[in-house]
């Protein structure tokens, strides 16, 4: 009697404990609830929801990395950094490794000027994903850097923030300053430690191809190979200021091809070396040597948009517009700021027929070259020549 006895007291005892446990849910289930209910609060932006959540999922687990995270990051972006700092640190306390967590705190010791701020930055950057908060560390520790006059630093922070919002205009502005500080500090040093070297006079005359200064441009770039007669890109770059000083010159045509052929006897060939190749032929009229020579290009690098561009060029000219017609796509998605392959993909689908599309294309065409008339424009205010997009400058219109 007494053994059933214990065993239907521990039968009763069992289906009490089973029975409560379908009642109640376990801890881990609720706090998972209470989370869920918390980022969806964020996600409504009901932020008083979210805090009321979090706090309620640290009722049941005081430790919780994810509902300090988010305390401390609603506390910061309200300004109290002293309540963030201690949420944050909690959960740091349990996983070191919380990249937003590391982030908040890194900018909140910024700004009491806690060197360890630095080192949090640091780490949690390449891991942030939420762009608000990685724009928010980086600008900090771009801050940080440029401070420290660290520009070498500085440079990927900002290089990955426009990379993830390219048309920041903040953003933008910071790149070129923080491009153009470090290009200017790099010259300064190539100055001092070598002023009478041949890179120092190639880049005296980039600097004057850049301000519209060709004709001296060829002379320091002929100085540099005085100097060092195998100086790496250096007769490329001759080749070019060349041509662009007097294309129509029989002369000149033959001066630039010959250094082309110097690059490539001391560099070997490339497809940008083919491609300037084919414009000197097509400049002469040769349409089938021009051809080989870009489509050289094109099995070099198939993605070069200068070597579709020349096969398109060469095919339409030879009245070939259905075979010009995938090379020109191609430098459309290669490149859908270039002005001259949209015209010219206009023009080829309006001989083959196909209005629509034509129409299509030349209005880009027409958007691109306002655009780029106010970029001209700009350049002549700060004293610069824009690269010209190529010899077919177009003007507006419909394509023939």
């Avoid at 059933?4 to 009763?12: G, I, S």
Wanted: proline residues 6%; glycine residues 4%; contains cysteine.
């Amino acid at each position: 009697m007494k053994k059933q006895f214990l065993r239907a007291w521990v039968c009763t005892l069992l289906c009490a404990i089973a029975l409560s446990q379908t009642k109640a849910p376990p801890r881990a289930t609720a706090i998972k609830a209470r989370l869920q209910r918390a980022e969806a609060a964020l996600r409504a932006n009901d932020v008083e929801t979210a805090s009321r959540e979090f706090r309620a999922a640290l009722t049941l687990d005081p430790k919780n990395p994810e509902a300090h995270t988010n305390l401390g990051i609603i506390a910061f972006f309200r300004g109290d950094c002293e309540t963030a700092s201690a949420n944050l640190r909690e959960a740091l306390s349990v996983n070191p490794s919380l990249a937003n967590a590391q982030a908040v705190l890194g900018v909140c010791l910024m700004r009491s000027g806690d060197p360890a701020a630095t080192a949090l930055l640091d780490k949690s950057f390449p891991r942030l994903t939420e762009p608000k908060l990685r724009l928010l560390a980086g600008m900090q520790l771009i801050g940080i850097y440029e401070q420290r006059g660290e520009l070498d630093h500085a440079a990927p922070v900002v290089a990955a923030l426009v990379d993830t919002d390219p048309d920041d205009v903040n953003l933008l502005y910071m790149a070129q300053r923080i491009y153009s500080e470090l290009a200017d500090d790099t010259l300064n040093k190539l100055t001092i430690i070598a002023p009478g070297s041949a890179r120092m006079q190639q880049v005296i005359a980039e600097r004057l191809v850049n301000a519209g200064d060709l004709n001296g441009a060829i002379e320091h770039y002929r100085k540099a190979l005085e100097i060092d007669p195998h100086l790496p890109g250096i007769h490329y770059e001759l080749s070019e200021a060349i041509l662009e000083s007097s294309p129509s010159n029989p002369d000149f045509k033959s001066a630039a091809e010959t250094e082309l052929q110097a690059a490539i006897a001391n560099e070997g060939d490339n497809a940008s070396i083919e491609c300037e190749l084919g414009h000197i032929a097509r400049l002469r009229s040769d349409a089938e040597q021009a051809y080989l020579h870009y489509k050289k290009a094109y099995s070099m690098n198939p993605r070069d948009v200068e070597a579709q561009l020349g096969l398109a060029r060469v095919l339409m000219e030879t009245e070939r517009p259905q075979e010009a017609l995938p090379y020109l796509r191609e430098a459309v998605a290669a490149d859908p700021l270039n002005g001259e392959a949209h015209y010219r993909l206009a023009a080829a689908y309006r001989i083959l027929q196909m209005p629509d599309e034509s129409q299509k294309e030349m209005k880009l065409f027409q958007e691109i070259k306002k655009t780029k008339d106010q970029v001209r424009i700009l350049y002549r205010q700060m004293n610069r020549t824009p690269k010209p997009e190529s010899e077919e400058d177009l003007e507006a219109g419909t394509p023939k």
